[in-house]
């Protein structure tokens, strides 16, 4: 079945860093659009960033754009979200998600609270 699994939140301080691991089973990895979205208390789950397969094509929401990369290690089936400059803004939990040809799944979700 397809499972994934989130790791890598945490507390950090504003300005600092962090990055999010999405391990993926289940599907063939390789050939599907993975993303990142988050969802703040009492706010919609967003999108934050994307990546197409190969890796070769990535978009982001315009609040994170210079700050946060989404990459890949198709070998490893593993999507990163390397997450710089936090600002409190980005404080949410952060979901993995993979657009399948037969559905839509969700990871279990990772916390980041961005605080001093």
């Known amino acids: 079945q397809v499972q994934l699994v989130e790791s890598g939140g945490g507390l950090v301080q504003p300005g600092g860093s962090l990055r999010l691991s999405c391990v993926a089973s289940?599907?063939?990895?390789?050939?599907?659009?993975m993303s990142w979205y988050r969802q703040a208390p009492g706010k919609d789950r967003e999108l934050v960033a994307g990546?197409?397969?190969?890796?070769?094509?990535?978009n982001y929401v315009g609040s994170v754009q210079g700050r946060f990369t989404i990459s890949r290690d198709n070998a490893k089936n593993t999507v990163y979200l390397q997450m710089n400059s936090l600002k409190p803004e980005d404080t949410a939990v952060y979901y993995c998600?993979?657009?399948?040809?037969?559905?839509?799944?969700w990871g279990q979700g990772t916390q980041v609270t961005v605080s001093s």
């Open positions: 289940g599907f063939t990895f390789r050939v599907v659009v």
């Open positions: 990546v197409s397969g190969a890796g070769d094509s990535t």
């Open positions: 998600r993979a657009q399948l040809s037969y559905g839509t799944y």
